[in-house]
């Protein structure tokens, strides 16, 4: 089983970057479709963005499209979400998730993740 642990949240103010970090462990993450989902308070969680496994294909919610990169380093077993021109509404906790093939089916629902990140929070003032 792979263990996720996510990094790289903070508080950050309107229009700056971060950068979060998705450290795997105990399993290769190029086995699995991963995913970055965030979550609002009183909100459900949602998809931000996602990548396959060979990382050759990427996919972004309509919000963060432009503006967030998804991408995976498999060298270092770690996946990434660069985040630029940050908006107070990307204020959330911020999950990264990792899905096996069998499980997978169009890569935007929380269910089809088998493996979970504990959470990073990210904070964007104005």
């Known amino acids: 089983q792979v263990q996720l642990v996510e990094s790289g949240g903070g508080l950050v103010q309107a229009g700056t970057s971060l950068r979060l970090r998705c450290a795997a462990s105990r399993g290769s993450l190029s086995s699995y479709t991963m995913g970055w989902f965030r979550q609002a308070p009183g909100k459900e969680r949602e998809v931000v963005a996602r990548i396959s496994r060979s990382g050759g294909i990427t996919a972004y919610a309509d919000s963060v499209k432009g503006r967030f990169t998804i991408y995976r380093d498999e060298a270092k077993n770690t996946g990434y979400q660069q985040m630029n021109s940050l908006k107070p509404e990307d204020t959330a906790v911020y999950y990264c998730?990792?899905?096996?093939?069998?499980?997978?089916?169009?890569?935007?629902?929380?269910?089809?993740?088998?493996?979970w990140g504990q959470g990073t929070q990210v904070t964007v003032s104005s």
């Open positions: 998730a990792a899905a096996a093939a069998y499980s997978l089916r169009s890569g935007t629902n929380p269910t089809e993740y088998n493996y």
